[in-house]
């Protein structure tokens, strides 16, 4: 297991963190929807906001493993990231849409679907431009 540890450590942690987003997501979603009885669209939003907020940080340290914190740097990748994710989270919000209040499908079965399709949309926008090492930051 070791070596590929070593090998896919990029690919592992990304695929724990986006596990954990993606649980972090449910979560709210779950709450806010059939505890706090929010509709599905602002459930929907609000679970993608705490998680675009997690997935930054844990990303950022962990998956990418970027400890540059200067705040012009971070901000800029900030802008980035939570662009990738708008535009991911817009097609969320579509296909939740969509799938959840006008076919009536089930909301857990869609959200873990669709979940699934942003996941490896989100790799792919923070390791070829979010987190991409730059030729001025080495």
């Known amino acids: 297991m070791g070596k590929y540890m070593k090998r896919y450590r990029e ?7 986006g596990i954990l987003t993606t649980f972090v997501n449910w979560l709210v979603y779950y709450f806010s929807y059939y505890d706090f009885y929010l509709s599905n669209m602002p459930s929907n939003i609000l679970a993608w906001v705490v998680s675009v907020a997690f997935a930054f940080v844990m990303t950022k340290k962990i998956v990418f493993q970027d400890h ?3 705040s012009r740097y971070v901000a800029g990748q900030l802008v980035e990231f939570v662009t990738g994710r708008l535009a991911t989270g817009l097609l969320e919000i579509i296909l939740m849409s969509i799938f959840v209040t006008q076919l009536k499908f089930n909301a857990m079965v869609m959200k873990l ?4 399709i942003v996941i490896v949309m989100n790799y792919m926008v923070s390791k070829k431009w979010v987190f991409v090492k730059r030729e001025c930051d080495k």
């Open 11 to 17: 690919e592992i942690t990304y695929l724990i963190i």
């Open 68 to 70: 540059k914190n200067e």
């Open 113 to 116: 679907v669709i979940s699934s």
